[in-house]
């Protein structure tokens, strides 16, 4: 297939490890709509890096209700651009809410992602990039964003391993699952290029790709 053939596509992993590079990426080389997360327009993460247990359930609300709204309104699909790139999928959410919510902020959070997760479309095909603790950390140290700073090891540890645990279990689309630790898709075209390789001659079901034994 050609990326043209699909008719969605998402791209997921943990923080740093260029979800959005790569969806800019595929966009430019098609005609394409690029869906963007919006990270900056969260108010209470800058203060959920500060202070997980005190910001988790207000973030996690946040962004619960606008990945809603931005995703339900893209599902209103333009004609002339038959292909979506997304740099997240809606169930990402529920990677987070199980890490940082409580018990009580959890019963209440599925209620209401129950209620509003099936009027969301899903992608033809996701892409999930993983990479080691010490490049995601080194990744978000390079771009410097400022909410980021207070981001521990202990927690994309942790990240990274309820990421690796829900996409071990993932069956609602087609999968590729990236090992991207020493892939640099952003800087170097060579790399890129095999990337988009395997992403037109995904054939269907969860496809593993380890560039070092490809």
């Given at each position: 297939?050609?990326?043209?053939?699909?008719?969605?596509?998402?791209?997921?992993?943990?923080?740093?490890?260029?979800?959005?590079?790569?969806?800019?990426?595929?966009?430019?080389?098609?005609?394409?709509?690029?869906?963007?997360?919006?990270?900056?327009?969260?108010?209470?993460?800058?203060?959920?890096?500060?202070?997980?247990?005190?910001?988790?359930?207000?973030?996690?609300?946040?962004?619960?209700?606008?990945?809603?709204?931005?995703?339900?309104?893209?599902?209103?699909?333009?004609?002339?651009?038959?292909?979506?790139?997304?740099?997240?999928?809606?169930?990402?959410?529920?990677?987070?809410?199980?890490?940082?919510?409580?018990?009580?902020?959890?019963q209440?959070?599925?209620?209401?992602?129950?209620?509003?997760?099936?009027?969301?479309?899903?992608?033809?095909?996701?892409?999930?990039?993983?990479?080691?603790?010490?490049?995601?950390?080194?990744?978000?140290?390079?771009?410097?964003?400022?909410?980021?700073?207070?981001?521990?090891?202990?927690?994309?540890?942790?990240?990274?391993?309820?990421y690796?645990?829900?996409?071990?279990?993932?069956?609602?689309?087609?999968?590729?699952?990236?090992?991207?630790?020493r892939?640099?898709?952003?800087?170097?075209?060579?790399?890129?290029?095999?990337?988009?390789?395997?992403?037109?001659?995904?054939?269907?079901?969860?496809?593993?790709?380890n560039?070092?034994?490809?």
């Amino acid at each position: 297939m050609e990326l043209k053939d699909f008719h969605s596509i998402a791209i997921e992993g943990v923080i740093g490890v260029g979800k959005t590079s790569l969806a800019r990426q595929l966009t430019r080389e098609t005609d394409s709509r690029l869906i963007l997360e919006r990270h900056d327009e969260n108010p209470f993460l800058p203060d959920f890096y500060k202070d997980p247990a005190r910001f988790a359930f207000q973030t996690q609300l946040f962004f619960l209700l606008s990945r809603f709204q931005q995703l339900k309104e893209s599902g209103q699909q333009d004609f002339f651009q038959p292909l979506t790139i997304a740099d997240y999928i809606f169930a990402k959410d529920k990677i987070f809410a199980y890490l940082t919510l409580e018990e009580r902020e959890l019963q209440l959070y599925e209620k209401l992602y129950n209620t509003i997760e099936k009027d969301i479309p899903k992608p033809d095909l996701v892409i999930y990039l993983q990479s080691s603790v010490e490049r995601l950390m080194a990744n978000i140290r390079r771009r410097g964003r400022s909410y980021e700073k207070h981001i521990t090891e202990e927690y994309i540890q942790n990240l990274n391993e309820a990421y690796n645990h829900y996409f071990f279990h993932y069956n609602d689309s087609h999968l590729l699952v990236v090992n991207a630790v020493r892939l640099d898709f952003v800087h170097k075209e060579d790399d890129f290029q095999t990337l988009k390789q395997q992403i037109e001659r995904h054939p269907g079901g969860t496809v593993f790709f380890n560039p070092d034994i490809a």
